[in-house]
């Protein structure tokens, strides 16, 4: 059975206090839970900070960008051996704000992929169509190619201890989240998809759901059996909100797992 995993990005969000304010309350609210992990995603410059207020905790840190080059003359950037050098675990790459804001390709998103494996951390690769696709029926499509540059690049085994998280576009930000049900076909078709590459991989990979998660919705994505945790925005800045939505992920794998031993 696949744990839950659930990582608040925080975005372009917060300050030295809210880094001390928010992991001090998320340290509380999240000290027994078992069954689900999670990670937290502050801006760059606040990473080794949060890792520090982490330290002894259960809760992994993630990046939420990483350069395409390992060390060199590229002014500005960050790459994936500095992330792991602060103890960064998790690396978000494909983000539809990336991808849209700054004109990242599949190509740079599948180099990426290849980079943070290469330094043994774990990718939470940000795939999802638009809404104009979405009214053309051409979700499975996109995600299809979105995929395809990764695999055709290194192929189905990168997927091994690696994530994906399912953003549609449209319900990033919004307040309208997609349909848990319509969610969970989309995952079920990239589970599927990685299946004809390699079944084992495509049984083990993490797939988050993310755009407009909260606290009331939580349960009804988790309780899908293709939905492995989200990949929450807004909500995550908010540790009780964000603790709920854990606690729902708990509960809901729990009742799954009791249903399919009872059957
Ligand atoms: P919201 O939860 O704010 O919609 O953001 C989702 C997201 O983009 C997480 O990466």
Redesign the pocket.
Known sequence: MRHPLIIG?W?LNGNKHMVNHLITALRNKLSNIIGCDVAIAPPMIYLDKAKYNLADSRIALCAQNVDLHVSGAFTGEISANMLKDIGVKYI?IG???RRSYHKESNQDIADKFAIIKNEGLIPVL?IGESKAENDAHQTEAVCASQLDAVLNRIGAKAFENSVI?Y?PLW????GKSANPFQAQTVHKFIRDYLVLHDNTVAEQVIIQY????NAGNAAAFFTQPDIDGA?????SLNADVFAAIVKAAVQAKQKLALASCCL
């Open positions: 990005n975005k978000i983000h539809f704000e940000c998280a953003e319900a990033i930000s919004t993310g755009g407009s998660v990949l929450v925005g807004g909500a």
